[in-house]
């Protein structure tokens, strides 16, 4: 299908494709870039049943509860991971 908007013939995906690579001075004011810099320095909650040990993930639970025995779920503070 052709289009008189000239990049509509070579568009991609620049989440999956772009890379330290593909930097070029065109990529300075790319919106996906700066998102996908937001987006990896927001933290993530993981909780962790006292019932039956679960990891839960943030919005994973159910009004506090696990989803799989219903035990209550304790947040798991950064750096206590295993």
Not at 28 to 56: G, T
């Amino acid at each position: 299908m052709s289009s008189k908007i000239e990049w509509t013939e070579e568009v991609w995906n620049p989440i999956s494709r772009c890379g330290p690579s593909d930097f070029s001075p065109g990529c300075n004011h790319c919106y996906a870039r700066r998102m996908s810099k937001r987006l990896a320095s927001m933290s993530r909650k993981l909780y962790v049943c006292q019932s039956c040990d679960a990891e839960i993930g943030d919005g994973e639970d159910d009004n506090g509860r696990c989803p799989y025995c219903f035990g209550r779920l304790d947040l798991v503070e950064e750096g206590e991971e295993e």
